[in-house]
Structures are given as structure tokens and as C-alpha cells.
């Protein structure tokens, strides 16, 4: 919610201070422990976050031609409890957690990607990266994981489009034409990024999946860059 300075920054193999708020492994689980104060009205946000893997995946890739960009799925199949006291929420249910690491902003590669993810009833995670270079090249990342902790790669279905929200942010996702396609809720909706959750139909099973579409440029703009304080503030 906030970016920080090296000084307000510290880890070792285990730990991870980033402010009031910290993440740690615990060797079963990963505990975030969140007190931060959110924007604009500047409430409280306190509480933990514990996420448990399924599965660890030492798996990497790049993600453009120059091999700037890696992304890496840590435990793409996993289960979340969310305990908050500012404000009182608490939940439990399926969670996923990546890495993307770059040597450039992703400004100076990307035009837009659509990315997703869902679970399948065999209990693997499938992952459908589908990125945009600004030197027109197009990469499609289709991959499979399993509760093994084996990869499979697989043919990703046609890009299908998907309706425009309220900041009109096109996004589209690959899904196969004989399965329903509807967007049953959209979660976030900003001026270059757009969160939902999607019926969709991949490896001939209609699945539910979580679905993000950045566009690079829209990010990139003046208007954009100028609001972006206001949703995460800087502090040393």
C-alpha cells in the first residue's frame, strides 16, 4: 500500500520488514503482518495473513525476447486465512503466489499483458500468460501445475475479448469457443489495470478464473502517473 525507502527496508532468509508491516516463513506457512494506513480517507488496515502452500515451485521464465523480465509462480496452488482487526474481516479459502522480477520498467518493453489462473478439478493450478511486446512480438505462456510438482506445458485456446469496465481498459483472455466465456465479477477497475473473476473453459472443463489485464501505456500516461500517489504514497 505504500512504497518505502532502503531504510525503512530489511530481510534475511526468512524475514522481510517493509515499514510497520513484515512477511515472514515459518517453514509451513507465510505470515504477513499488516499495519498500514490506506488512502484516502486514511483508515487502519491491521490484521494477518497466513498462506500455506500446497506445493513449492523452484520455476522460472522469462517473460520478453531480451529476457528482462522473469516471472515465477512460488505456490500457485495454495490456501489463504486472512484474519483482520482494522477493519473486523476474516476469511479463508484458495490462494496463489508469484514472483516478477525486472532489470528495466516494464514501460520500456510492454505494451499489455493478459494473465490468469484457475484450478482444476484434478487439483492443478493452470497459469495463461499472454503478453504484448512494443516491438510487436507476442508470447503466449500455457503451463500446467501439477500437485506433483511436475510442469506441463499445453496449446492455448483462441484469444477471446471480454467487455470494457468503467475506465473502458480492453481485456481479453484465452479461452476455448465451445465453453462459456462471461465475466461474473469485476474485483478492481483503475485507469491501466482491471481484476476479475471469469467463467471460462480451458482444457475442455469450465473453470472459474482469476483474470488481470495491465496496459502498459495507460500506465505510462501524465494522468495516471500524477494519481498513483494518492493510491500508494511514498514515505522514506
Request: hydrophobic fraction near 35%; glycine fraction near 6%; aromatic fraction near 8%.
Amino acid at each position: 500500500m505504500t512504497e518505502r525507502g532502503c531504510q525503512s527496508i530489511s530481510r534475511d532468509a526468512h524475514h522481510f520488514q517493509v515499514g510497520p508491516s513484515q512477511l515472514r516463513w515459518t517453514g509451513e506457512s507465510l505470515d504477513i503482518d499488516l499495519n498500514e494506513i490506506a488512502v484516502p480517507f486514511a483508515q487502519r488496515v491491521r490484521g494477518t495473513i497466513r498462506l500455506f502452500p500446497n506445493q513449492l515451485f523452484n520455476f522460472t521464465t522469462a517473460l520478453d525476447q531480451e529476457a528482462q523480465h522473469h516471472w515465477g509462480p512460488i505456490a500457485p496452488s495454495a490456501r489463504v486465512e486472512v484474519a483482520l482487526d482494522r477493519p473486523t474481516l476474516s476469511w479463508k479459502g484458495h490462494a496463489y503466489l508469484d514472483s516478477n522480477e525486472g532489470e528495466e520498467p516494464i514501460s520500456a518493453t510492454f505494451v499489455e499483458w493478459d494473465w490468469s489462473r484457475a484450478n482444476m478439478r484434478d487439483g492443478s493450478v493452470t497459469v495463461l500468460y499472454d503478453i504484448r511486446e512494443k516491438s510487436g512480438h507476442e508470447q503466449v505462456l500455457a503451463l500446467r501445475f501439477k500437485r506433483d510438482g511436475t510442469i506441463d506445458s499445453f496449446d492455448a485456446p483462441p484469444r477471446q475479448s471480454l467487455p470494457k469496465a468503467f475506465w473502458r481498459v480492453a481485456r481479453s483472455i484465452r479461452s476455448e469457443p465451445s465453453l462459456p466465456l462471461r465475466v461474473n465479477q469485476t474485483l478492481e477497475d483503475t485507469p491501466f489495470y482491471i481484476r476479475s473473476v471469469l467463467q471460462s473453459g480451458l482444457l475442455g472443463e469450465s473453470i472459474l478464473s482469476m483474470h488481470e489485464t495491465l496496459n502498459i501505456p495507460k500506465l505510462d500516461r501524465l494522468s495516471t502517473r500524477l494519481m498513483l500517489p494518492w493510491r500508494m504514497p511514498r514515505r522514506p
